[in-house]
């Protein structure tokens, strides 16, 4: 699997076959029991720990589905977080970076209110203004989609696009709304259970001659994916009760 | 199930104990390891502070009256049949400065702040805080539980001694005001028999080995407990068990260590 610098590629599948844990190999924080992850040419599990730090602080910016905000911080002091620990600038340039990443969001007006006060779509904001508060090369969005309503929705997957574009970012979105993400991906990579079913731009997806992804991207209930979990035919348990 | 198949499980469970008490000690050396980083933040220490020591104090403070004044009583009542009653500022202080003092603050603090340990960072972790602060490239044992784990090993001997203060104030309000012992042989009694070294310092010794392990023993579940409501009620309740106990173990093992029995 190979990520272009500068371009959207996202990571699809249904749920529990493994993309934010290959999120969580990418950015070091989990062990592959085979196989290598390589960022910026480093490969990233061969790394020491301080080797490994300076690595995700120069290269990697992550959005969690929750947001991740340090709950006892406001806004503002969550988007200046990483900045005070890793800058030593003066609190005046760290005062006019952050106002410039929250108005990049739209949440400048937001800055006083804790996490707490905020709505899942606008904490996600938040979390993306804190990610690129660095300027990282890539970012990795852990289902952004997910649990959104249709504005906060729009919001963000212009946010992504926008931002992609005007700081010539990586990023990886990790997903499973097919409309949204194959609208703004260059690149898709479609997994189950672990593999790389298939792979393409969003046309060539839609395009795809196997029923799998098709029922993925159509969402269809019964298919190559079955409706039914593995069980015994119904008759046999009925009569098994009646038994 | 057959004997190999019990066997088995019981060889698992403890492979699994094992396991999890290597965990920790590593744990704990990463902690250890993670400690000059509170030099460059002590902010984080001061305000760690506040919430493990100074939140604490209210429970300290009335519990160590209490305990004084319950005391001062029952010596009172052994030691009238035997004419001692003079001695009732012996009694009350050496057994809040050699056991009740480290074991009653020790024992108050696993409840109110290691429990609180627990479930802050576990609800953090949970949240997906720590994850967060890992991919920002800030080490969570550094930022997070470095300060509180110093904190905590700080606040007990703190409280501790405060604890001992209050209660033998109580020991001495209910032994002049309500059994009419005079203050003067109250006082003096316990400064020719009280020694500072044998007593004081040892009871400082013990209450600085409960404060390391329990803050270890509630940072450690905290940072290591399964992130659903499930896992961080258990975490937190094993905090409050298994700080007690080992509190009370620990007791025991130190003051067989100290006072040569």
Known sequence: MDIERGKITAIMGPSGTGKTTLLKLIGGQLKPDTGTVHVD??????????????????????????????????????????????????????????LLKLEAVGLRGARDLMPGELSGGMARRVALARAIALDPQMIMFDEP????????????????????????????????????TSSIADFIYVISDGKVIQSGTPMELKHSNSAWVQQFLGGVADGPVPFHYTADPLMEDLMQDAK | MNIADKLQSIGCKALKRFERVGRGSLFLWQILLSLPYIMRRPV???????????????????????????????????????????????????????????????????????????????????????????????????????????????????????????????????????????EGVFWSQMQVNVDFYSDLMNGMIKSLVFGFVIVWIAVFEGYDCIPTSEGLGQATTRTVVHGSLAVLGLDFILTALMFNV
Request: no cysteine; proline share 3%.
């Open chain 1, 41 to 98: 040419g480093e490969n990233v599990h061969k790394l020491s720990q301080p080797a490994l730090y300076d690595l995700r602080r120069r290269t990697m910016g992550m959005l969690f589905q929750s947001g991740a905000l340090l709950t006892d911080l406001s806004v503002y002091d969550n988007v200046a977080f990483p900045l005070r620990e890793h800058t030593k600038l003066p609190e005046v340039a760290i005062h006019h970076l952050v």
């Open chain 1, 145 to 180: 989609f997910t649990g959104q309503d249709p504005i906060s929705m729009g919001v963000l997957v212009k946010l992504i696009h926008d931002m992609n574009h005007a700081l010539s970012m990586t990023s990886v979105v990790v997903s499973h709304d097919v409309g949204e």
């Open chain 2, 44 to 182: 984080l220490l001061v305000r760690q502070l506040y919430y493990v020591g100074v939140q604490t104090l209210l429970i300290i403070l009335v519990a160590g009256l209490f305990v004084g004044m319950v005391l001062a009583l029952q010596a009172y009542i052994v030691l009238v049949d035997f004419g001692a009653e003079d001695s009732i500022s012996l009694m009350v202080s050496l057994s809040i400065l050699r056991e009740l003092g480290p074991v009653f603050t020790g024992l108050l603090f696993a409840g109110r702040a290691g429990s609180a340990l627990t479930a802050e960072i576990g609800l953090m972790k949970s949240t997906e805080q720590l994850s967060g602060m890992e991919m920002m490239a800030v080490n969570p044992l550094q930022y997070i539980i470095a300060p509180r784990f110093l904190a905590g090993v700080i606040a007990v001997p703190l409280l501790t001694s405060i604890f001992m203060a209050i209660a033998i104030l109580g020991g001495f309000f209910v032994a002049t005001e309500m059994l009419g012992i005079y």
